[in-house]
């Protein structure tokens, strides 16, 4: 099981990916809690063996970054019922800091983005990505010599945060909708 966690500006995602023959987390344990999918999505890793998501989850922050995240992580780690994590790994804005908590290896925003786009959607080429502070457009390609996938380019904002999650999430509040509801 490997667990990955995006703290960004205004949110914590995370995702819980299990390999191999470690798919059915709940094998005499008392049963998923509504983290889990009911369904779970099976992706295949460039370069890598079959997976299985079986947790994706989505959660405002609301100015309280390291305890949104650590209620996060408690919830999933306790439905695991004591089976260990092979590996976690931390990303976004706010990455530094849960990798200073938790004491874990942080990834690249941008290598994070492209790896799991090419798990889910292998053949998309562009990925559009708005964050709470900052928007990202990757240009997404196959390296002709060796076959492997890479960002071939990339643009992102400037330091105003127009256009961003953040930005979208405050006029939607202005007009009384929850950002949930817009678009």
């Not at 990916?17 to 099976?42: I, Q």
């Not at 874990?104 to 290598?111: G, K, L, Y």
């Not at 996938?149 to 256009?163: E, F, K, L, R, S």
Request: with cysteine.
């Amino acid at each position: 099981r490997f667990l990955g966690c995006d703290l960004g500006a205004v949110s914590i995602k995370a995702a819980l990916l299990a390999t191999g023959e470690d798919t059915d987390p709940f094998s005499g344990s008392a049963g998923p809690s509504s983290l889990w999918h009911p369904e779970p999505l099976r992706i295949h890793r460039d370069g890598g063996e079959p997976a299985t998501i079986l947790v994706t989850e989505y959660r405002r922050t609301r100015g309280r970054p390291l305890d949104a995240a650590r209620a996060l992580l408690r919830e999933i780690i306790e439905d695991l019922g004591g089976r260990p994590l092979d590996g976690v790994r931390v990303t976004g804005s706010g990455g530094s800091l849960l990798r200073t908590s938790l004491h874990v290896p942080e990834e690249n925003e941008f290598r994070s983005l492209a790896a799991a786009t090419w798990a889910v959607a292998p053949d998309a080429r562009t990925l559009l990505e708005i964050g709470g502070e900052s928007s990202k457009i990757l240009f997404l390609g196959r390296d002709p010599a060796s076959g492997d996938m890479g960002i071939v380019d990339y643009q992102t904002n400037g330091d105003c945060a127009a256009g961003t999650g953040s930005f979208l999430d405050q006029q939607a509040g202005r007009l009384q909708y929850q950002i949930e509801d817009v678009g």
